[in-house]
């Protein structure tokens, strides 16, 4: 066996390959992020009103966590239609980005199901009829063209400032958006429909030890950081999910370090111990990657959609809180850290973000005497945390008195999850040399397994 690379990976956010080396004692395989982005270098300097539409380019969440953020720093309360719009403008993006995935995994040319099918474990799998991409993608064009009327536009929203939001919408917009909403609504309960019965079934379609993802491919126990509804404060719970801390979202930076490797331009985010200072480094085979360690390094945890699942708190959305019983059933009770309820937990938060979006997607939600309260004075240190589709998300900024741009400080989901998305390579790939398969399956099998977090 010789050294491999893997490029490009499909259906990452960010530019990324995988390096495996088989020269040393253990196989080592890497998650490595190629392309360098500073933003704090970017920022630095300019007036931090400018900040949620520079911000979108990390992702359309960072644009409203930017604005939040800004409300902190001008000590102004967005007026109710505003924050429904923002919210609204939220879920659309929640359905789009859960959607987009689903679709990747069903429209994968490596069918991930065809080992499972052949080995006939279960009745023949009757694979999704030939229109039904088409169905999925025309919803994808329905929930951007939400974001689009509540953006201005999708990829790159530009509609919330500081105190609210930038316009009104358009009399033509309020029927739109609830035709919208209703479609996506339907489409996400047929969807649902298809994937228990043809996908994930009983909990073992994608678990198979024939399948794609093989061997019951998981990347846990693993800590996990998620935002309380209730209160808005930041909970990090331990791989068995019970309460470790529970604070504000301005101290995340006092609770979270990152760490720097050569090897990756993606920095690995970790829980400082009150016992230490500074970082524990990421090591190699020893540490990190080696199959021997089931929990490799305690101070890692991990956001994202099965993260928030993984508290074990009920759904306040009916449709999305019978899905997830559904996910117990079949699998067990939580925390779960598997590919197979990974993918399912983004079926139940597009269902419940179906839902979402069919209650704020009506006119009452959306109009109001005002869209902004303009912000009268500021002070010089703003932050805010959201539970953004990828994950949770912070911003924190300081400026000096004419608001320019001294500090940035920004904690998103890709460097969160950088070190689950490092285990999950090593054990897919380790996975595939075990049963001796072809390279070009190997790669697929990493794919698959990386797409859901």
């Not at 009757?126 to 201005?152: C, R, V, Y």
């Not at 379609?205 to 209160?231: F, R, W, Y």
């Amino acid at each position: 066996m010789k050294n491999m690379t893997f490029e490009p990976l499909r259906w990452q956010e960010d530019p990324a390959r995988i390096a495996v080396f088989h020269d040393t004692e253990y196989l080592q395989a890497y998650f490595q992020v190629t392309a360098p982005r500073d933003i704090e270098r970017i920022c630095k300097g300019r007036p931090v009103e400018e900040l949620p539409r520079i911000l979108t380019l990390l992702s359309p969440a960072h644009h409203l966590v930017s604005a939040m953020a800004l409300d902190r720093l001008f000590g102004v309360e967005p007026p109710p239609m505003a924050l429904n719009m923002r919210e609204a403008l939220l879920q659309a993006h929640f359905f789009s980005h859960h959607l987009r995935k689903l679709y990747f995994l069903l429209s994968s040319w490596h069918d991930p199901f065809s080992d499972y099918r052949r080995h006939g474990s279960r009745r023949e799998l009757n694979m999704f009829p030939p229109h039904f991409l088409d169905e999925i993608m025309h919803h994808e064009a329905l929930s951007q063209e939400a974001a689009t009327i509540l953006g201005g536009r999708s990829n790159h929203p530009l509609s919330a400032v500081a105190g609210g939001v930038s316009r009104f919408l358009k009399e033509d917009h309020y029927h739109r958006l609830s035709e919208i909403a209703g479609f996506c609504l339907k489409f996400a309960m047929r969807l649902g429909e298809f994937l228990r019965d043809e996908i994930f079934g009983d909990g073992k379609a994608l678990d198979a030890p024939c399948s794609i993802c093989g061997q019951n491919l998981h990347v846990g126990p693993m800590a996990s950081l998620t935002i309380a509804e209730k209160d808005g404060h930041v909970v990090l719970r331990d791989p068995v999910e019970k309460e470790m801390d529970r604070f504000p979202p301005d101290m995340i930076f006092e609770k979270i370090g990152l760490h720097n490797e050569s090897w990756t331009y993606e920095p690995f985010a970790y829980i400082k111990r009150k016992s230490e200072n500074a970082t524990r480094k990421v090591q190699g085979q020893s540490g990190l990657f080696h199959s021997e360690f089931p929990i490799p390094n305690p101070e890692f945890f991990f956001v994202g959609p099965l993260a928030r699942l993984n508290s074990g708190e009920a759904l306040e959305s009916p449709l999305a809180e019978e899905e997830r019983q559904r996910l117990i059933e079949a699998l067990g009770p939580f925390p779960h850290f598997g590919v197979v309820a990974a993918y399912w937990a983004l079926l139940v938060e597009l269902l419940q973000a179906a839902e979402k979006m069919n209650g704020l997607y009506a006119q009452e939600k959306l109009t109001g005497p005002a869209i902004r309260t303009i912000p009268t004075e500021m002070g010089q240190e703003g932050h805010a945390a959201l539970e953004s589709p990828q994950g949770l998300i912070y911003h924190h900024y300081r400026t000096d008195k004419r608001g320019i741009v001294e500090e940035v400080e920004i904690l998103g989901a890709g460097t969160v999850n950088n070190a689950l998305r490092c285990l999950l390579t090593q054990k897919a790939v380790e996975s595939s040399l075990a049963r001796e398969q072809a390279w070009e399956e190997t790669k697929n099998r990493i794919e698959i397994s990386l797409l859901p977090f």
